[in-house]
């Protein structure tokens, strides 16, 4: 089947769908954009956490089907979507996003600290790398959506928030504390920034 | 496999009536898991998000009707104080995510022993309103709803419309027995209401047997040892005696397996614990509106 949907503000068609497949298959497979990670396919560990209209999701339990005309934002478009945000209160005149090309070539630079060059990231990716909240990497994806979200909700989160709000998002490398760091410093800058 | 798209209830009853076979897909995060891992190939998927009833809910005098697929972020964050058994049950379900998409209706579509709802409805008192094209809409008392190990009441061309649940008219508490505090599957788990407008208590355990099921020995003990003892009208504290009769019973309703998550015995034994503290929190808390009310007047 096909399935059209919008994903990082653009409009999307993907073709040759398996009326069982999900909504990560479709992202990773389909449309060329792995960064959404595959780890467990049952909905434990949160890699591929992506937001559907708005609501951060698993993925991989989003059956392909059922995005048909919904919004799907993705760890790639992500620093649009929080510019966006940021300086619009969000996408309002359908001319933002990212397109697939632009996020399937998308890469976490950041700004070099010394340089200063690189692409612009979002407050809360900026704050991963500067909190060495990063190590193998695989779970940042969704550790991003679901703290992106969070932070939107609740700017001003205590730790026990943070808990909560990454619960569902496994992390093997890092023992979670710079990821905890990583978080207070998106919002102690998103609070200065104000 | 067939992708079944319906816009309204009426088609989505009109789809389930021609295709019995269909399985309704709503949050997906019990379906798909089973997907996933080809433990299931579907002729027909029948996707419920474009249903919008199912995720509206009304209060009304009595009962709260929530619509199948309201998710159980959306009852902690609206219906807290009309269902605070499944609220606190809804928190401890699984993660964010999950929660974000998961709903009643696809818990009771599983009937999974271990479902989180399925206590705290018991305990509140609900029915379950499902319906199809040909024979419309009936109620099925949550008692009767659970008919064995992932089985329930509901027949090949029926859906789930919405859940009747009883607002509280007492303080309620809902209880889980696992490793951590997210993402872990109930050992077991029990959910109690008190009822002072019937001065009653109602109980439910998950986990702890091949359905979900109430103590009811355990229920009529605590309901006469209760209206004895005038505890309703003098609002005295629960005599232990009481308590771990009552807990015993409650223990004594379980019919446990062994099994990864946990041994039979120490699910009978966690359950009376659970009895005993849930009775102690609630009744805690009914004689402390109890205190108020009668400092106010
Ligand atoms: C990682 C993970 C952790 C989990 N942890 C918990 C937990 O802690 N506690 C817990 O209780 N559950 C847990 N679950 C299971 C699951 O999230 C719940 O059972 C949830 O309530 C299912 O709702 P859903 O809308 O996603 O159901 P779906 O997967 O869409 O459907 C589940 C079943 O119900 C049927 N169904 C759905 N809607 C209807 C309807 N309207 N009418 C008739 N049939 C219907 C479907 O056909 C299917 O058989 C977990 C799942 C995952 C993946
Ligand atoms: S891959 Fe979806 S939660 Fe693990
Ligand atoms: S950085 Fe490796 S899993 Fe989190």
């Known amino acids: ?194 | 496999m067939d992708f079944l798209r319906p816009a309204s209830w009426e088609e989505a009853l009109a789809a389930k009536a021609e295709h019995p076979t269909a399985v309704p897909i709503a949050g997906g995060t019990d379906v798909m898991v089973e997907i996933n891992f080809d433990h299931r190939r579907p002729e027909y998927l029948l996707d419920l998000n474009r249903v919008g009833d199912l995720y509206e809910w009304e209060v009304g005098e009595e009962s709260v009707r929530l619509g199948a697929s309201v998710p159980y972020t959306k009852i902690m964050d609206n219906l807290r104080a009309e269902l605070p058994g499944l609220a606190l049950a809804s928190h401890t379900v699984a993660s964010p995510q999950i929660r974000n998409r998961g709903g009643v209706g696809g818990n009771l579509g599983t009937a999974s022993p271990a479902g989180d709802a399925h206590p705290a409805l018991l305990a509140a008192g609900a029915e379950v309103e499902v319906a199809s094209a040909a024979r419309g809409t009936r109620l099925i008392p949550i008692d009767d709803f659970y008919t064995g190990v992932k089985r329930n009441a509901l027949q090949p061309d029926e859906l789930i419309r919405a859940v009747h649940i009883k607002k509280a008219d007492g303080p309620q508490q809902y209880s889980k027995v696992g490793t951590r505090n997210a993402m872990v599957i109930a050992v077991c788990a029990f959910g109690l209401a008190l009822h002072p407008e019937t001065r009653t208590v109602r109980t439910g355990i998950g986990s702890a047997a091949p359905t979900p099921v109430r103590a009811k020995a355990a229920e009529e003990f605590l309901n006469a040892a209760l209206e004895e003892g005038g505890f309703w009208d003098n609002g005295k504290i629960i005599t232990p005696s009481v308590a771990k009769q009552f807990a015993d019973l409650c223990s004594a309703a379980c019919n446990p397996i062994d099994d990864v998550r946990g041994t039979a015995s120490y699910r009978r034994h966690a359950v009376g614990v659970m009895a005993r503290r849930t009775l102690t929190w609630t009744w805690e808390s009914y004689r402390g509106t109890r205190r108020a009310s009668e400092g106010a007047a």
């Open chain 1, 1 to 194: 089947m096909r399935v059209n949907f919008t994903v990082n503000g653009r409009p999307q068609e993907a073709d040759d769908v398996w009326e069982g497949e999900s909504l990560l298959y479709v992202l990773r497979e389909r449309l060329g954009l792995p960064g959404s990670k595959n780890a467990c396919e049952q909905g434990e560990c949160g890699s591929c956490t992506v937001r559907l209209d708005g609501v951060p999701v698993c993925s991989c339990l989003v059956a392909a089907g059922q995005v048909e005309g919904r919004d799907v934002v993705t760890v790639e478009g992500l620093a649009d979507y929080a510019k966006q945000r940021a300086e619009h209160g969000g996408c309002a005149s359908g001319a933002c996003g990212t397109s697939l090309d632009e996020a399937q070539q998308w890469q976490a630079k950041g700004t070099d600290s010394q340089t200063g060059e690189g692409t612009e990231l979002s407050p809360i990716q900026q704050a991963f790398i500067d909190a060495g909240a990063v190590q193998c990497g695989f779970c940042t994806p969704g550790l991003l959506v679901a703290a992106d979200e969070m932070l939107e909700r609740n700017p001003n989160p205590t730790d026990a928030d943070i808990r909560e709000a990454l619960s569902g998002n496994l992390c093997r490398c890092t023992g979670y504390e710079k990821i905890m760091d990583a978080v207070r410093l998106a919002a102690a800058r998103q609070g200065e920034a104000v």
